[in-house]
């Protein structure tokens, strides 16, 4: 179960990665080829000649199965393993009327030693997939086949006895290396996860541009279908500035995690409202949101009295509640309510302060207990077999704990499977600390 569950994680991220690439609604990898002259050996190992294994980013698996029986998608499926391209075409009305699918392409991963499996996307737009869209698939689709082969060799060397991984010494005797040590396994993963998270805008910037450079406009002269009409010019330019953003943020946390453990983390605290801080914070993650998934997610705030200013940094609050927001829209594939619910904290401090409570509400897939004590940690991630393991480089509620506390307040977390999430975080009251501030002096 560990293996599959491996090489599941890995297939989704690959899928996840060329859906983002040529912006689609969804993508769903096949792991499997039923031609005996062209699949992969590995396969053996992992997959029946008869059967595939699914993996989907942005849709279910139910979907994705519903969408391979229609002999449309079969049989183009079986014309890019043939070929070894990219082949797309829109939806027969059987597709366009029972799954509301305007168009699909398949793009098969193909090595050496043959075929893994296929990549097939498709979106409700009847145009969705055109030659500059391929294109980028293409470029992208050996680098795709190279990480989900090497991924399945390990797995196979991992399924055989230490003394046939290890192989004999000269001495005639079996020895194993050492494993390596937490610290060592820890920059392991912060490079690997790091190396994908930068790997993947930086695709997306390099192909777009490169097709702007390639067609260039439609309106200098150029005729045909070569030319890019200004509405998808303005579509490649929204993705190159939309990763942009992506690997601003990724440098920020980077730099933010560099200034927690070197102790300068600055902050500018002063009195603030946080109930128009929480309400724009919303309506930022509201207008993202409903450009991707338009009626999917609710977002409410509740308060349940007049909140009192806080003594807080007004960036990094916002900076606290967004990352809340953002990983709440991801816990949550199925959408539902989002709530941002805030009051006074009733009851004596340790500390005597009097604090205010902010809480980020979800009814999402829920944290399995075993997972809530590590997700504070840094390059944690949550892993559910429901969603996969949710993309980042687990920083963010890592940086978010060490900025509640920098502030004097502390973070909790509560979930059960299935029945959502809700994260709590404290400030002290501004006027609480007037008052300390004033017995001190």
């Known amino acids: 179960m560990t293996a599959e569950r491996d090489w599941q994680a890995l297939a989704r991220r690959l899928a996840q990665r060329a859906r983002e690439l040529v912006d689609c609604q969804a993508a769903g990898l096949l792991l499997g080829c039923p031609d005996e002259s062209v699949r992969h050996p590995l396969l053996d190992v992992?997959?029946?000649?008869?059967?595939?294994?699914?993996?989907?980013?942005?849709?279910?698996?139910?979907?994705?199965?519903?969408?391979?029986?229609?002999?449309?998608?079969?049989?183009?499926?079986?014309?890019?393993?043939?070929?070894?391209?990219?082949?797309?075409?829109?939806?027969?009305?059987?597709?366009?009327?029972?799954?509301?699918?305007?168009?699909v392409a398949v793009a098969p991963l193909e090595r050496p030693a043959g075929i893994l499996g296929s990549l097939l996307l498709f979106d409700e737009r009847p145009g969705a997939f055109t030659a500059g869209e391929c294109r980028l698939l293409t470029a992208l689709l050996s680098r795709l086949a190279r990480e989900l082969e090497q991924q399945l060799r390990r797995l196979s060397l991992a399924r055989r006895s230490p003394a046939e991984e290890a192989g004999p010494s000269p001495e005639g005797r079996h020895y194993r290396l050492a494993p390596p040590s937490e610290l060592d396994q820890l920059k392991y993963e912060f490079i690997s996860m790091v190396s994908h998270e930068l790997r993947t805008p930086l695709t997306a910037i390099k192909g777009y541009a490169s097709l702007l450079q390639a067609y260039g406009p439609a309106s200098q002269g150029r005729k045909g279908s070569d030319g890019l009409t200004e509405e998808l010019q303005r579509h490649y330019l929204e993705v190159i500035l939309e990763q942009v953003n992506h690997l601003e943020a990724l440098a920020g946390d980077l730099l933010d995690v560099s200034r927690i453990h070197a102790n300068h983390l600055a902050l500018r605290c002063s009195p603030?409202?946080?109930?128009?801080?929480?309400?724009?914070?919303?309506?930022?993650?509201?207008?993202?949101?409903?450009?991707?998934?338009?009626?999917?997610?609710?977002?409410?705030?509740?308060?349940?009295?007049?909140?009192?200013?806080?003594?807080?940094?007004?960036?990094?609050?916002?900076?606290?509640?967004?990352?809340?927001?953002?990983?709440?829209?991801?816990?949550?594939?199925?959408?539902?309510?989002?709530?941002?619910?805030?009051?006074?904290?009733?009851?004596?401090?340790?500390?005597?302060?009097?604090?205010?409570?902010?809480?980020?509400?979800?009814?999402?897939?829920?944290?399995?207990?075993?997972?809530?004590?590590?997700?504070?940690?840094?390059?944690?991630?949550?892993?559910?077999?429901?969603?996969?393991?949710?993309?980042?480089?687990?920083?963010?509620?890592?940086?978010?704990?060490?900025?509640?506390?920098?502030?004097?307040?502390?973070?909790?977390?509560?979930?059960?499977?299935?029945?959502?999430?809700?994260?709590?975080?404290?400030?002290?009251?501004?006027s609480a600390l007037s008052r300390a501030a004033g017995r001190a002096g």
């Open 46 to 103: 992992f997959v029946p000649v008869s059967a595939s294994y699914l993996a989907c980013y942005g849709c279910s698996q139910e979907t994705l199965r519903a969408l391979l029986r229609y002999e449309q998608v079969r049989a183009l499926l079986d014309i890019a393993a043939q070929r070894g391209r990219v082949h797309w075409c829109e939806a027969g009305p059987a597709l366009r009327g029972a799954l509301a699918i305007g168009s």
């Open 272 to 430: 603030l409202d946080i109930a128009p801080l929480c309400q724009r914070c919303v309506e930022l993650i509201r207008q993202r949101v409903e450009r991707e998934a338009p009626g999917k997610y609710v977002f409410r705030c509740r308060f349940v009295e007049p909140l009192p200013p806080v003594w807080a940094d007004a960036d990094r609050v916002q900076q606290v509640l967004t990352n809340l927001l953002e990983n709440a829209v991801k816990y949550s594939p199925a959408g539902g309510v989002i709530t941002i619910e805030a009051g006074l904290l009733h009851g004596q401090q340790a500390d005597g302060k009097a604090m205010l409570q902010v809480s980020v509400c979800d009814q999402g897939i829920g944290i399995a207990p075993e997972q809530q004590a590590r997700l504070f940690r840094p390059f944690s991630r949550l892993e559910q077999q429901s969603c996969g393991c949710v993309p980042g480089v687990g920083l963010g509620l890592y940086i978010t704990r060490r900025l509640v506390e920098a502030m004097g307040g502390r973070i909790q977390l509560r979930s059960r499977c299935g029945q959502g999430t809700r994260v709590t975080f404290t400030l002290p009251l501004a």
